[in-house]
């Protein structure tokens, strides 16, 4: 299998600068489908990408699978964290992409790089991903911040997904990508956001903030 490549011949790489972040049809009702992935950890991982999405003031664009019907409503997080993420509603399509007023949001961006995560993965996140690609975006597809309805769904998936040319990420990695360096005046916004994903992480946090208490007593 080829290697996905960038515009110019390099794998491709995420530049916040240049990145989008579209989150998909993360509903209370197809949440109960899901099953590759703990739900618990699911809704975490997709509320960091929107706080990561906060922090980096990477434009957000959500949608949602007819929420008025047993697919549910989007879960709140999203918009909370990420409260300048732009709603495009659609007319039944399965495909977002098939949605011109999304499409055009998208390209009102300006960005050619979309870091995407949908429920479910074979479904609402992949059309779109192959849909993006064929137009000439660069394309990461967050697979645990998606979710399937088996694991088996999952791993054909990514096989698909790869051979279309989208690089599939998990959701630590698209965080690490954007982040780039500790050197920030938000580092400790970061770790919050870190911390919102890996249980263990805050552990870590924790005993790094009680040696750094130690350490300033003992002087």
């Known amino acids: 299998m080829d290697t996905p490549l960038n515009f110019d011949g390099r794998v491709p790489t995420i530049d916040s600068s240049d990145a989008a972040m579209l989150l998909l ?3 209370s009702g197809l ?3 899901v099953k590759d992935i703990p739900l ?3 809704r975490a991982n997709v509320t960091a990408l929107a706080k990561a999405a906060a922090a980096e003031k990477i434009p957000v664009i959500t949608s949602a699978s007819v929420p008025q019907g047993p697919n549910g409503r989007l879960i709140p997080e999203v918009h909370q964290f990420a409260a300048h993420a732009q709603y495009i509603a659609r007319r039944g399509e399965v495909n977002v992409w098939d949605n011109p007023d999304f499409v055009a949001a998208v390209k009102a961006t300006k960005r050619k790089t979309l870091i995407i995560a949908g429920t479910l993965t074979s479904v609402c996140l992949t059309f779109p991903c192959i849909s993006a690609v064929h137009e000439g975006y660069r394309v990461f597809a967050v697979i645990d911040a998606s979710g399937s309805v088996s694991q088996i769904a999952t791993d054909v998936t990514i096989a698909r997904l790869a051979q279309a040319g989208v690089v599939p990420i998990d959701t630590m990695a698209a965080l690490a990508e954007l982040q780039k360096s ?3 005046p938000n580092a400790m ?3 919050q956001v870190y911390s919102g994903a890996m ?3 805050q552990l870590l946090i924790q005993s790094y903030q009680k040696a750094q208490q130690v350490a300033r007593r003992a002087n």
């Open 25 to 27: 049809d993360h509903q």
């Open 31 to 33: 949440f109960q489908i």
């Open 40 to 42: 618990l950890e699911l």
């Open 182 to 184: 500790w050197s920030r």
């Open 189 to 191: 916004e970061w770790a």
């Open 199 to 201: 249980l263990h992480y």
